[in-house]
């Protein structure tokens, strides 16, 4: 990445059009910036973390070979995002769905070779009670995420937990952006009374 001039490296544009005309060091740049976000978004949707991390590379191989095809309508992150959403949801489409989903927290490290990717950033230090409670109930709002169609829980991770727009998230899924808060609503009225008869009444 050393052959990247200074003042550009933050410029998401330039470093496009170089990876464009074929400077491999600008798209390894674009990869680093945005493989957490590749990964979080794979890993929410799928809910496993072996096949989020083939997705994720999966996901970038497809953005370099196709990245002449890309006219900077929209940002390279919603770009990115889309790609893997559906790369996403062909592997859930293909994956063995087990009797029962061992349930992930939202908020738990995911390991990786280079050590751990926190999905959001680490609160203070809670008590060893506040942990346990707060884990059991990342546990069960998971359990009630992973539970939803895929068509759902992919609008819920994108604008719950990625912040895109409704028009971003119309953008990747091909939807209107009206179609993306049905979604949402459904998605959330879901999880909201699968948390009441998990936890009890709020």
Request: proline share 4%.
């Given at each position: 990445?050393?052959n990247?001039?200074?003042?550009?490296?933050?410029?998401?544009?330039?470093?496009?059009?170089?990876?464009?005309?074929?400077?491999?060091?600008?798209?390894?740049?674009?990869?680093?910036?945005?493989?957490?976000?590749?990964l979080?978004?794979?890993?929410?949707i799928?809910?496993?973390?072996?096949?989020?991390?083939?997705?994720?590379?999966?996901?970038?191989v497809?953005?370099?070979?196709?990245?002449?095809?890309?006219?900077?309508?929209?940002?390279?992150?919603?770009?990115?995002?889309?790609?893997t959403?559906?790369?996403?949801?062909?592997?859930?489409k293909?994956?063995?769905?087990?009797?029962?989903?061992?349930?992930?927290?939202?908020?738990?490290?995911?390991?990786?070779?280079?050590?751990?990717?926190?999905?959001d950033p680490?609160?203070?230090?809670?008590?060893?009670?506040?942990?346990?409670?707060?884990?059991?109930?990342?546990?069960t709002?998971?359990?009630?995420i992973?539970?939803l169609?895929?068509?759902?829980?992919?609008?819920?991770?994108?604008?719950?937990?990625?912040?895109?727009?409704?028009?971003?998230?119309?953008?990747?899924?091909?939807?209107?952006?009206?179609?993306?808060?049905?979604?949402?609503?459904?998605?959330?009225?879901?999880?909201?009374?699968?948390?009441?008869?998990?936890?009890?009444s709020?």
């Amino acid at each position: 990445m050393s052959n990247i001039p200074a003042n550009i490296v933050d410029d998401d544009a330039a470093l496009v059009a170089l990876a464009q005309q074929g400077d491999l060091s600008a798209f390894e740049v674009r990869v680093a910036r945005h493989q957490k976000r590749v990964l979080n978004t794979a890993f929410r949707i799928i809910g496993e973390y072996e096949d989020a991390c083939e997705v994720t590379q999966d996901a970038f191989v497809s953005a370099y070979r196709n990245l002449n095809g890309f006219r900077g309508e929209a940002k390279f992150s919603t770009w990115l995002t889309a790609i893997t959403v559906n790369l996403s949801k062909n592997r859930l489409k293909r994956m063995i769905i087990r009797q029962k989903r061992e349930p992930v927290s939202l908020d738990a490290p995911i390991r990786t070779d280079d050590g751990e990717v926190m999905p959001d950033p680490p609160s203070k230090e809670p008590s060893v009670l506040d942990r346990m409670e707060r884990q059991d109930a990342k546990k069960t709002v998971q359990d009630c995420i992973q539970a939803l169609e895929p068509d759902f829980r992919e609008v819920l991770v994108l604008r719950d937990m990625q912040d895109f727009s409704y028009e971003e998230i119309g953008g990747m899924l091909k939807v209107a952006a009206g179609t993306v808060k049905s979604r949402l609503f459904r998605a959330r009225e879901s999880v909201k009374e699968c948390l009441k008869k998990a936890m009890g009444s709020f």
